[in-house]
């Protein structure tokens, strides 16, 4: 197996393993495809993500095998270019880059312009006839090869960079002369000496060695591991690392350097959108060390800027970018983040990878792409990540909100946000991890920053544009992020921060909006999501796509209009308890609880029924023509208790009870382990008044809105916790004799069904029985799920989080069904189900029916429909598309 693959000159490319991402890495597999495509690419090599994973298991040694594999692609840049790596006439320079298979902040930073040293430099500055540009590509190797491969810290390097600057008067680092920068050399080796304890690496070949070293190294870093944890990526992937022949943006003033997407990333607007600086190199654009410039005379006109555009200074290279644009579309059928470089009035491609995009844009590209011809339908429903939809979904700042604007930045990442300033990450985590909501304010953010960015609403930055770090990773995160709002001064020390005139100090309240840039004092109004438009479009496709039903967990009859807004075809859970809680009606419940006899329960029951049948009414009529599934009571009596002296008085003075019998009653009533205890069916078979009222307030308000309406109303009645065939046997007997009763009482009859959640390990193995009486099944999965792995929802805190970072659980299993485990029951129910009646309906209602992944593995099932919390409904949708395709 090769361990080394080339690209550019005369490179074969005939190696299918080349074009693999995984093999080669993202970078290096679209550097190779760019350059077979007759792009212009500086020549390169790329060692494969397996040698990697190689290095770290034989305990960080070179095989002999790549140190021969890479000299021999070594001569291949050196045949390409006509120069040699430490040829002290005419050096060849290279970049030494990470690339995993995914684009991985936490890797090691690119090292630039490798293979200077005192000799070496004097060559590039004779060959170049640039004094000026040789040593300041030897300054920018120095510092970055000791920050990034000798773990020095960087901060020494940029302080003397400033005392330099200073002692001459200059303001920016573009007034630094040749011999200025020479100066600055040797102050650098001298820190470097210092910190090392020996010189500053003069020999190319262990420069070159020492990047590769500290690439495969980096795989292992802290900051890596953090990133893996929260994407959910293997820690066995390794990652390749691509060497290169440099090509230089910082030649003067026909040189520059620059990233762009091919359509806008924040709104899918197709405009070739990016920023550029002319003079300058790689790192210069995304660390936000100078403002970069606009690409385009739209955009820069559009932002009021004075800068030329690119498309205006350097027209020749402009127009050579643009037709790569549409080369790189039309191969990738994709929006694609490039990377670039014009030497000399030559464009060279750094790199291309399918770009990140907000939800918005997302959808607009999808739908755009499928007018244009790019991409067909089904393409286009699987380029939409269906979580991603959950930033669309949610409000917006009501733009006739009052806003106390304090400054605006670069509108990085859409979204609105409001929440509490903090300015550090550990600080966001910890005060967020309280339940607060925080907005993270920083100069500008690293990938160490990333669980704070995790943990908040919103993200604000001093510095930086709109593809600096924090704007790239909120995009992909979701998150609402503000940047570079260079009138935020933050005092670190003092834990206050200043914005244009205002004091504000850590803990006060800041809302962003990520639409516009603004930056505003305390939080502002939301409004509702536009739902039509793209997003409209998208989903009309993914229905005529998908198998399953979706329908909605809801239980008012607002939550109802919200979920038919989002497309819900009915009710798959309504859980009754939640009516019971109702302050007004608490009494009853509690007067019903703790009656001593059915007497008394069902004097109580009576006045609740009103109550109810008003509750029923109202789903019905904006579910009307839908199946509604309703769940009778399921929570321990307990959870209704009284709690303190004043609710026991006031309880006495409802029944006449005295508060010492009412509490001796209390006790009796008392729990060790309520969710295995009194609830669920169970409450039906003791008290079978408690579900009788709840059946007939259910048929009377059926049977009311249906002669109202004239529609159907079909509900669903769903017996909690069931163990047994006989326990369905007799609920189901009691639900059908109500439902008589009701409908010789009214003259009117509805259609019904009874059937059972099956939420209990002996109701999947038994549900070939239990189907004898059951004409559907409702997966609970969140009981499922409690009751398989004997682990308590409410108490899982504590050591879930233990059991993800170790491996043991892949996902948290009560966000992503355990497929495995619990998967095997709910398959297995189906099947036995089936066996004993072909037309049973399946459906899940816990948590897991808004989850892409457990979606999918309910089409693969064979389920009817998924049932998801009415803002998860859209995502339900594109998932259960995506699952069928
Ligand atoms: P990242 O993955 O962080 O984007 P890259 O490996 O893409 O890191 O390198 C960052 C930047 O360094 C590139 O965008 C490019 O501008 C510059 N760079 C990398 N390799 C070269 C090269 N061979 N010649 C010139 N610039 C380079
Ligand atoms: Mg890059
Ligand atoms: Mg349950």
């Known amino acids: 197996m090769k361990t080394v693959y080339t690209f550019g000159g005369e490179s074969d490319y005939s190696d299918p393993r080349q074009g693999d991402k995984t093999v080669t890495g993202g970078k290096g597999a679209n550097l190779a495809e760019m350059a077979s495509i007759g792009l212009p690419v500086p020549p390169g090599f790329t060692i494969t993500t397996e040698e990697s994973v190689r290095y770290l298991q034989d305990g960080q040694d070179f095989s002999d095998e790549l140190k021969a594999e890479v000299g021999k692609a070594l001569a291949h840049i050196e045949a390409t270019v006509g120069k040699k790596l430490g040829d002290e006439a005419d050096p060849l320079l290279v970049s030494v880059r990470s690339g995993a298979r995914v684009s991985m902040p936490g890797m090691m930073d690119t090292v630039l312009n490798l293979g200077l040293n005192d000799r070496t430099v004097e060559g590039l500055a004779a060959t170049s006839g640039d004094e000026r540009f040789a040593w300041d590509s030897y300054r920018r190797f120095i510092q970055m090869y000791s920050d990034v491969v000798l773990g020095l810290d960087h901060g020494l390097f940029e302080e003397a960079l400033e005392i330099a600057k200073e002692d001459r008067g200059f303001y920016a680092d573009t007034d630094m002369e040749a011999g200025d920068w020479k100066e600055l050399v040797a102050e650098y080796k001298s820190i470097a000496e210092g910190e090392l304890g020996h010189p500053f690496p003069q020999d190319v070949t262990e420069q070159l060695w020492g990047a590769i070293r500290a690439v495969f190294d980096s795989w292992d870093s802290d900051r890596a591991k953090v990133y893996r944890r929260l994407n959910d990526i293997p820690g066995d992937w390794g990652t390749a690392v691509n060497v290169q022949a440099m090509v230089f943006g910082n030649m003067g003033d026909t040189s520059a350097t620059g990233v762009a997407f091919t359509r806008d990333p924040a709104t899918g607007e197709r405009a070739y959108y990016g920023e550029w600086l002319v003079n300058a190199q790689g790192e210069d654009v995304v660390a936000g060390i100078r403002t970069p410039q606009y690409l385009t005379k739209a955009a820069r006109e559009a932002a009021g800027a004075k800068q030329p555009s690119m498309e205006e200074a350097m027209p020749g290279a402009y127009g050579e970018l643009a037709r790569v644009f549409d080369l790189l579309e039309n191969h990738y059928r994709d929006m694609q983040d490039i990377e670039f470089t014009v030497q000399d009035g030559t464009l060279w491609m750094l790199q291309t990878r399918t770009g ?37 979904l949610h409000p917006t700042l009501d733009p006739d909100a009052q806003r106390d604007v304090l400054t605006t930045g670069l509108p990085a990442s859409p979204g609105a946000a409001s929440g509490k300033i903090v300015l550090d990450a550990d600080t966001a985590e910890t005060w967020a991890g309280r339940g607060e909501k925080v907005i993270l304010v920083r100069v500008e953010t690293s990938p160490e920053d990333i669980h704070g960015m995790h943990a908040a609403q919103g993200i604000l930055t001093a510095r930086g544009g709109m593809t600096s770090h924090a704007a790239v990773v909120a995009r992909g995160m979701g998150r609402c992020c503000v940047s570079g709002a260079s009138a935020v001064s933050i005092d670190l020390k003092a834990r206050t921060l200043r914005i244009g005139n205002r004091d504000l100090k850590e803990g006060d309240l800041l809302t962003l909006d990520g639409g516009n840039g603004q930056v505003m004092a305390g939080e502002v109004a939301t409004i509702e999501p536009e739902l039509a438009g793209d997003f409209g479009i998208l989903m009309e496709w993914a229905d005529q796509h998908r198998r399953m039903k979706v329908r909605t967990n809801a239980e008012t009859p607002d939550d109802c209009r919200m979920a038919r807004q989002f497309g819900a075809e009915g009710i798959g859970l309504c859980r009754t308890e939640h009516m019971f809680f109702d302050a007004a009606r608490i009494s009853a419940v509690r007067q019903m609880i703790l009656a001593e006899d059915e007497k008394g329960r069902r004097a109580a029951l009576a006045k609740l029924l009103p109550e109810q049948r008003a509750d029923f009414k109202g789903i019905f009529e904006v579910m009307a023509g839908l ?26 003075n409802a029944t006449g009870y005295g508060v010492d019998h009412l509490k001796r009653r209390a006790g009796e009533l008392h729990e060790f382990n309520p969710m295995l205890g009194h609830r669920g069916c169970r409450l039906g078979i003791t008290y079978p008044e408690i579900y009788e009222m709840q059946a007939r307030a259910i048929f009377e308000a059926a049977c009311e809105v249906a002669s109202e309406s004239g529609e159907s109303v079909v509900p669903e009645i769903m017996i909690p916790l069931v163990a047994t065939k006989r326990e369905l046997e007799l609920l189901k007997a009691l639900v059908d004799r109500v439902a008589q009763e009701v409908f010789a009482d009214t003259g009117t009859s509805v259609d019904y069904l009874v059937g059972t959640m099956i939420e209990l390990p002996r109701a999947a193995l038994m549900a070939g029985e239990i189907a004898e009486e059951a004409s559907f099944f409702s997966f609970g999965t969140n009981d499922l799920t409690q009751t398989t792995l004997g682990v308590s929802r409410d108490d899982a805190g504590r050591f879930l989080n233990a059991y993800v970072d170790k491996g043991i659980f892949a996902r948290d299993p009560f966000v992503s069904l355990d497929i495995d485990g619990v998967g095997q029951l709910v398959s297995l129910a189906a099947e036995r189900g089936r066996a004993t009646r072909p037309d049973i309906k399946l459906g899940i209602c816990g948590e897991h029916g808004g989850d892409p992944a457990s979606i999918r593995f309910c089409e693969q099932t064979g389920l009817d429909y998924v049932s998801a919390s009415p803002y998860r409904v859209p995502i339900a949708r594109l998932a259960a598309a995506q699952a069928a395709l």
Request: proline fraction near 8%; charge should be negative; hydrophobic fraction near 45%.
């Open 356 to 392: 990140k995009r907000t939800a918005k844009a997302a959808l607009k590209m999808a739908v755009d792409m499928v007018d244009e011809g790019l991409i067909d339908e089904k393409t286009a429903i699987l380029r939409v990540d269906p979580m991603a939809l959950d930033q669309l």
């Open 627 to 652: 199946p509604c599934t309703i769940r009778l009571l399921d929570p321990p009596l307990h959870e209704f208790l009284p709690h303190g002296d004043a609710e026991f008085e006031e309880l006495a």
